[in-house]
């Protein structure tokens, strides 16, 4: 499937095109590089990037000169200052590709492809070498390059996922397939007429383009016991408190199938909203506060028509720590420490969330209790500005006599 977006940069402005949708945003778009992407100051000046490489593990990493930034997608800032390209990356330093790229792109799994004039080099992403038998000539590369115009450099290239590469120069592209080496038949052709979305300054002599990651939704279940369950104090002095409370279970998988998918992007998050009561006298709730600040306290389900529907982000005391963290954050919680709140097979990286709560209010015995509870689900796409992807919503309730 293609990527949610596509990020075009030019001189010193950049926007981003909606892949799905083939529509770019012209009320907001073209932007100015500074401030928006947090930390590419030192590299930018002026933000004529030279190549710019989505490295497939969460990291896209921007390249001018003779340095490069790496920038953290899911934090979406740079993740520390420049390097030069022959220190942070010195097998390029070794076949003088250190500086001056014209282009690069993430072509098949663990490989990515940087150009320099008429040369290229395929260069592995997890060893962090070059390939055996590269650099070699651009016209080398692929069947029909040549014959298109391309052979003696380009300004750009794309991954979109779909087995299918693209090519820039000047104001013409080629569709490559990445199979068979080869340029698809009927290109090259030019930028303007088949991209209609990008506005005129972006129809030729591109600086670069990047496919950024993203997430879609697999399955999203929820699970609810049927049953309120109850447990009696223990007859100590005083009495310690009889607890009811009443379980549900989330599942989340998220689809990660064929690059740029990267399972890092997607996250739970859970919502919450109602009341709690101990012999009709309500009970506040105490809720993690995302700024730090005092506690937030639970609300109840708004009047109908109001403005607000109450819902705040849910979160729990966990043991051992000394914050209320949220559900779903995979940086609030380093491992699978905590059973009710877990990616699988890890946290960084895993693919499926798995967790689970359990609302519950304490009591002596006679007393009588009543919590009524409503709980939104979302899965969101935190390297797309925190896209919600899916929600559910269920409500919880449970009433009686400790």
């Not at 947090?38 to 190549?51: K, P, S, W």
């Not at 962090?128 to 590369?141: C, F, H, R």
């Not at 300004?155 to 590469?165: H, S, T």
């Not at 699988?344 to 009543?370: H, I, M």
Request: glycine share 10%; net charge negative; proline share 8%.
């Amino acid at each position: 499937m293609k990527p949610k977006r596509v990020y075009f940069f030019k001189g010193a402005r950049y926007l981003r095109y909606d892949a799905r949708t083939d529509h770019v945003d012209l009320t907001t778009y073209p932007s100015d590089v500074s401030p928006a992407w947090r930390g590419l100051a030192e590299v930018a000046q002026g933000a004529d990037f030279d190549a710019i490489l989505n490295w497939g593990d969460g990291f896209v990493y921007f390249f001018r000169n003779d340095i490069f930034v790496r920038y953290d997608v899911r934090a979406d800032t740079a993740t520390g200052p420049p390097s030069t390209i022959a220190a942070g990356l010195p097998a390029l330093a070794g076949v003088g590709f250190d500086r001056d790229l014209s282009a690069a792109v993430h072509y098949r799994p663990g490989k990515a492809l940087l150009f320099k004039g008429d040369r290229y080099l395929r260069y592995d992403l997890l060893s962090n070498t070059v390939d055996a038998e590269y650099p070699k000539l651009i016209s080398a590369g692929w069947a029909g390059i040549d014959a298109a115009g391309f052979s003696n450099g380009i300004d750009a290239a794309v991954n979109f996922g779909e087995g299918k590469a693209y090519f820039f120069k000047g104001p013409s592209y080629v569709r490559v397939d990445i199979a068979s080496n080869a340029v698809d038949p009927g290109f090259p052709l030019d930028i303007a007429s088949q991209w209609p979305a990008l506005p005129p300054e972006f129809t030729a002599d591109l600086f670069d383009i990047v496919e950024w990651p993203y997430c879609d939704v697999a399955e999203f279940d929820v699970q609810i016991d049927p049953n309120c369950v109850s447990t009696p104090g223990k007859l100590t002095f005083p009495p310690s408190p009889s607890r009811v409370h009443r379980l549900f279970a989330v599942v989340g998988r998220f689809e990660a199938s064929a690059y740029p998918a990267d399972c890092r992007c997607g996250e739970y998050r859970q919502f919450v909203r109602g009341t709690y009561s101990r012999n009709s006298q309500l009970q506040k709730q105490p809720l993690g506060n995302p700024q730090g600040g005092p506690p937030l306290t639970l609300l109840p389900r708004p009047a109908q028509g109001a403005a607000f529907d109450n819902f705040q982000e849910d979160s729990l005391q966990r043991s051992g720590s000394l914050t209320n963290l949220r559900y779903g954050h995979r940086d609030e919680l380093p491992g699978n420490v905590d059973l009710s709140d877990r990616y699988l097979p890890d946290r960084p990286t895993g693919c499926e969330y798995r967790g689970f709560d359990a609302p519950f209010l304490e009591g002596q015995a006679g007393e009588t209790y009543s919590f009524d509870l409503d709980f939104r689900g979302v899965l969101v796409d935190v390297c797309n500005g925190n896209e919600e992807m899916v929600r559910k919503e269920w409500g919880l309730f449970c009433s009686g006599t400790f």
